[in-house]
């Protein structure tokens, strides 16, 4: 079982990978979804099948493989835009940095003193790989919902990181963290469309005219 | 002490009650000011029960966050402070009904949900027994006063004046935090009970707390040079505001530094010099500032320096002879303790009393005034028995703190050795410039504001305030006299703290014949003379009239009504030849030596030194400094993530190295 769970986040740190690298915004959605939903399979692999474990994975399935996707796709229908153009970043500097963290974060879990039955576990490297991908998506991104995007990715490797405490953490977090994550989207809806109303345009930085 | 509770959330039930009834103004102010004087009602009950019966009643719940209990105890020292907190809260609630009600087209459910939390939260600062409660119940009394400061924010030095407020109790709270992080990790914990640890601290980490401790309460209580903010902000107050937060909110900051000093290990010379040094420099400054301001509010505030330098003086007498001159220390800290109650009681009847100035005849400035003595005699009455009191005369109650503090720097003189005899009685002498400067002080306020005539044409109009506004100012001034009259009225309560503070301090004093109920034996004399008097001069002339003549005007044919003994001239003597250049006012203008003078502007300013000379050119300096900061600040929001994200990187680095 250990190895699917490991296969399963290999795949997770590769489509981190084809985010980071993809300019079109349907694509990057739709990979988004998929890493959501492997994910949401992952706590069923690695602990024993339980009425916890059944509803994390299938809550997190729901939210993260369809409503948000789904959220997402409906914002880009209505503000009619395909691609991320001109990000501040490029995307093979951006590929690069990512490969760079994703370096930093298996050498960096390599000195962490974990308890032994994590020892040699791919969910710390991934957890934290993933968390730095969703950094640079919302560093090197202009629109906003691509921001979106990063901060849902970021999100995915807290949930990662969650999986080793599957045991410990209550129900009632969890759910917290992911009802978080929906109000999150939600309220970057809000500010896609109001960023497109005001500036006709989805670019973040039109939002430090506001700045004092 | 479940009371006390009881009594904080009818607080705090009024006071959000009170905003959702905003449109209707009157069920806002019946709301909001009758749960404040309820409330209030209820904790000066339970804080006088407490201090009566002398014992300690505790409470402690457990919290999810780190460090904070809720735990809470009420012992005769927090008894004590709770007395002008509580008091001044019901009087202030029932005053603050009748002087809001004039100002129409504003809604007072906020201010009264402001003032209930101030009173709450000062509540709750005297009892907690936890440093992390403490503090956030004093972060939310000063923001609560805050907002009571900018009460009326439409007037650009009201703003002002909140903004210096807000500067100065946060750097205060800044240090403040330092040092129960401090205590905090010496100790292991937060709680109270923790700290008896603190009694181990070596020499130079307890000199380090005792400096943060003192910067950041003597920000609150106005130690100088942190003073700068009680003149701008007492007069931008309301009324009442100011009566509570000068009587009761600064005591709670010299509650804070008396609890914590408690705590730290016995205290080496130099802490007791230092703010017997800082207290004397405000005393003087503050004093000498009062006799310059022409508004009547800023002038109290001033004063109130000057009564809190004090304090502090007696208090540091306390802290220098703790342990080695017993006697000389109960004098100290039974003076200290009689002066906080007597100031919380006089300063608040003298707030009260400039409030009703102002809502009678229109203005806080002594020029405008004149004449209201007939106008407004009930409010007369009151100023000229507060400022019998805060002037230490009998037959008030002021008199008896001072008499501790002046017997208790004599004693010093007598009982030290060599060369440190000499400060001590120094200190008297200084200590009698600050009362005669005092005296000159307050006879300029009843002299310039309620004799001779009207100056404004507002004051002519003046007319007496209402009972809602008189009642409180009544139970002050009636609270002053029998302090002054009965002084075991005083003495009770301040004699149980001290014995809970320093056991052996009452019977010491007691022994040595030390305490002067017989003040109280002339106080009554003198008010029976008074008495007598007044009746005899009426006995001797039956209602005879004396006709009404104006006064001489030198044989000058068109005299004005202005053209009377103004405010500034009345302290000019005082300002030419006591005091040194930098404290002077600044006066431009108004000598005509020509034969026949033209129009001739005169203008006279008094500044405070310490803001002008002192923290705003520090703060512009600091403020040049830091504009290439703005830099950081671009607006994007991907230079914000990646900023976190740096942190976030650099911190795991630190970690990774670490391990």
């Known amino acids: ?206 939002l430090s005219l506001l700045r004092e | 002490m479940q009371l006390l509770i009881v009594s904080w959330l009818l607080l705090l039930t009024g006071g959000i009650l009170a905003p959702a009834l905003g449109r209707r103004p009157l069920a806002a102010t019946l709301v909001g000011s009758g749960s404040a004087a309820l409330g209030s009602l209820a904790g000066l009950a339970i804080a006088v029960g407490a201090l009566a019966n002398g014992q300690t009643t505790g409470l402690a719940l457990a919290t999810t966050i780190p460090g904070l209990t809720l735990s809470l105890r009420l012992d005769p020292l927090a008894a004590f402070f709770l007395l002008p907190v509580h008091l001044l809260g019901l009087l202030g609630a029932i005053y603050g009904g009748g002087y809001l009600r004039g100002r129409e087209g504003r809604l007072p459910g906020l201010h009264w949900l402001f003032y209930n939390l101030l009173v709450a939260s000062m509540s709750v600062v005297i009892t907690a027994a936890n440093a992390l409660l403490f503090l956030f ?199 200290a303790l009689t002066h906080i109650l007597n100031h919380a009681l006089f300063k608040g009847l003298l707030f009260l009393g400039a409030g009703s100035l102002l809502h009678g005849a229109g203005s806080r400035n002594l020029n405008r005034l004149g004449g209201l003595m007939r106008r407004m005699p009930a409010t007369g009455l009151c100023l000229v028995i507060g400022a019998l009191a805060v002037t230490a005369l009998p037959p008030a109650n002021g008199l008896l703190g001072e008499w501790f503090i002046y017997r208790g720097f004599l004693e010093a003189g007598v009982r030290l050795k060599g060369l440190a005899a000499f400060f001590p009685l120094v200190i008297v002498g200084l200590l009698a410039l600050v009362g005669g400067l005092a005296l000159l002080v307050f006879s300029r306020l009843i002299g310039i504001a309620l004799g001779g005539e009207p100056r404004g044409s507002r004051a002519d109009l003046a007319h007496e305030s209402g009972a809602l506004m008189l009642v409180p100012m009544f139970v002050l001034a009636g609270l002053c006299l029998a302090g002054g009259l009965a002084p075991s009225l005083l003495l009770g309560p301040v004699l149980r703290v001290a014995k809970a503070i320093e056991p052996p301090a009452a019977p010491l004093l007691a022994q040595a014949g030390l305490l002067p109920l017989w003040l109280g034996g002339l106080a009554q004399g003198l008010a029976l003379l008074l008495v007598l008097t007044a009746l005899l001069g009426r006995w001797r002339k039956p209602r005879a009239v004396t006709p009404a003549v104006p006064t001489w005007g030198c044989g000058y044919l068109f005299p004005t009504r202005r053209m009377a003994y103004s405010a500034e001239g009345f302290s000019e003597l005082a300002g030419v030849s006591f005091f040194c250049d930098c404290l002077r006012p600044r006066i431009e203008g108004g000598r005509s030596m020509r034969l026949f003078p033209g129009r001739e502007v005169f203008r006279h300013q008094a500044p405070d030194l310490v803001l002008e000379a002192g923290f705003l050119p520090l703060f512009a300096w600091v403020a040049a400094r830091c504009t290439r900061l703005r830099r950081l600040q671009s607006g994007l929001v991907h230079i914000y993530v990646f900023y976190i994200f740096s942190v976030i990187v650099a911190l795991l680095g630190w970690v990774a190295i670490r391990l």
């Not at chain 1, 949401?40 to 809550?59: D, K």
């Not at chain 2, 309460?217 to 505001?241: I, M, Q």
């Not at chain 2, 400054?285 to 310059?292: E, L, N, V």
């Open chain 2, 137 to 335: 119940a004093w972060e939310g009394m000063s923001l609560a006063s805050f907002f009571l400061v900018i009460t009326e924010h439409q007037e650009p030095a009201n703003a002002r004046a909140g903004l210096i407020y807000l500067l100065a109790t946060h750097l205060g709270a800044a240090l403040l935090l330092g040092g129960f992080l401090t205590i905090g990790a010496f100790a292991g914990g937060f709680d109270f009970s923790a700290f008896a640890a603190l009694s181990h601290l070596p020499g130079p980490t307890a000199s380090l707390l005792f400096i943060l401790l003192l910067l950041g309460f003597g920000s609150k209580a106005g130690l100088f040079p942190f003073h700068v903010w009680l003149p701008e902000a007492h007069p931008a107050a309301p009324s009442h505001v100011s009566a509570l937060m000068s009587g009761a909110m600064v005591k709670t900051a010299l509650y804070g530094l008396v609890r914590f000093l408690l705590f730290l290990p016995s205290a080496p010379g130099w802490w007791g010099g230092t703010l017997m040094a800082l207290g004397l420099a405000g005393a003087l400054f503050g004093i000498a500032m009062s006799a310059f301001q022409s508004d009547v509010k800023r002038g109290l505030a001033y004063s109130t320096v000057e009564n809190v330098g004090l304090i502090l003086l007696a208090l540091g007498l306390w802290l220098f002879c703790r342990g080695r001159y017993p006697q000389l220390a109960a004098l100290a800290l039974i003076g």
């Open chain 1, 1 to 206: 079982m250990g190895n699917l769970a490991n296969l399963l986040l290999l795949l997770v740190i590769l489509l981190n990978f084809f985010i980071l690298g993809s300019s079109r915004l349907g694509a990057c959605i739709q990979t988004a979804a998929l890493q959501g939903a492997l994910l949401a399979c992952v706590p069923l692999l690695m602990n024993p099948i339980s009425g916890h474990t059944l509803f994390l994975a299938g809550s997190a399935l729901a939210l993260k493989g369809v409503v948000m996707p789904w959220l997402l796709f409906r914002a880009i229908r209505q503000v009619r835009i395909r691609r991320e153009i001109d990000p501040m970043i490029g995307y093979v500097p951006t590929l690069i940095l990512g490969t760079v963290a994703t370096a930093g974060a298996f050498i960096f879990s390599d000195h962490l003193p974990l308890v032994a039955a994590h020892r040699g576990s791919l969910v710390i490297p991934c957890g934290l790989a993933t968390l730095g991908a969703g950094f640079l998506m919302m560093i090197t991104r202009r629109k906003a919902l691509t921001q979106a995007l990063g901060y849902l990715i970021f999100e995915n490797g807290i949930f990662i990181f969650g999986l080793l405490l599957t045991e410990a953490m209550p129900l009632m977090v969890e759910a917290g963290v992911l009802l978080d994550l929906l109000v999150a989207v939600f309220v970057m809806g809000i500010v896609v469309n109001q960023i497109n109303r005001e500036f006709s345009s989805l670019n973040v930085e039109n």
